[in-house]
């Protein structure tokens, strides 16, 4: 089956410092890696994803290449700022499902000024 | 274009009591997932929806059920009330294909007392 394994958290950075979350999955076919970002009281938004092996997804600085040889998908950003503040969320999709994500735990990261 | 609706946003209820939950697709999708969240045991899925029929079911007991309508609106229903049964619970919707990211909703918190 599919699973994720995703650094524990919390994680607090001062603005500016770089940051990475990992992440290692376990699937069954070919998955498609997706990061979630969720900010208090909202739901789940999509932060980047990627569909094939050396892929790197990006989007608002952070970025985060699909290894197939090692089974990660970590999640980096050069600088961090306060508005990065949230909880963050890997997930490789089941490959032959729609809607069906494998969530790890989450991490909270906390950024100070 | 509209994103994933839920209503209601705050629900109370008893326990013993039942809820049905709505979630309103981004226009054309067809795909519609269900997710419980809780801080104890983080996404946890429960079902999804395709054309009306149930996909896939998660491993939660038959009290939770859903169903989807033709014009892709789904609902979810929870019986019997339990304590255990509050948390935040989570609509996305997506079009076909396992490179299509969820799309999710801001969710209904359920709070059972």
């Known amino acids: 089956g599919n699973s994720v394994t995703q650094m524990e958290g919390p994680v607090t950075l001062s603005e500016e410092a770089f940051l990475t979350i990992n992440c290692t999955y376990t699937?069954?076919?070919?998955?498609?890696l997706f990061w979630y970002v969720q900010y208090p009281g909202e739901g789940l938004q999509l932060l980047l994803k990627?569909?094939?092996?050396?892929d790197k997804g990006s989007n608002k600085g952070f970025e985060a290449t699909y290894r197939k040889e090692t089974t990660s998908f970590h999640l980096e950003k050069g600088s961090v700022q306060v508005s990065d503040s949230a909880v963050y969320f890997c997930?490789?999709?089941?490959?032959?499902?729609?809607?069906?994500?494998?969530f790890g735990r989450g991490t909270q990261l906390t950024v100070w000024p | 274009k509209a994103g994933v609706t839920q209503t209601p946003r705050y629900l109370i209820k008893t326990r013993g009591q039942q809820v049905t939950l709505s979630c309103s697709p981004i226009?054309?999708?067809?795909?519609v997932s269900w997710y419980q969240q809780t801080p104890g045991q983080g996404l946890q899925f429960l079902f999804e929806?395709?054309?009306?029929?149930?996909?896939n079911k998660g491993n939660f007991p038959g009290r939770f059920s859903g169903r989807q309508f033709s014009n892709s609106r789904s609902e979810m229903n929870v019986s019997t009330l339990e304590l255990g049964d509050s948390a935040l619970y989570l609509c996305?919707?997506?079009?076909?294909?396992?490179?299509?990211?969820?799309?999710f909703g801001n969710g209904t918190r359920l709070t059972v007392t």
């Open positions: 226009s054309g999708h067809r795909s």
């Open positions: 990627a569909t094939k092996a050396d």
């Open positions: 996305a919707s997506s079009l076909a294909g396992r490179q299509s990211p969820l799309h």
């Open positions: 929806y395709f054309s009306e029929t149930q996909r």
């Open positions: 997930a490789p999709n089941r490959g032959s499902t729609l809607g069906r994500l494998y």
């Open positions: 699937a069954t076919g070919y998955p498609s």
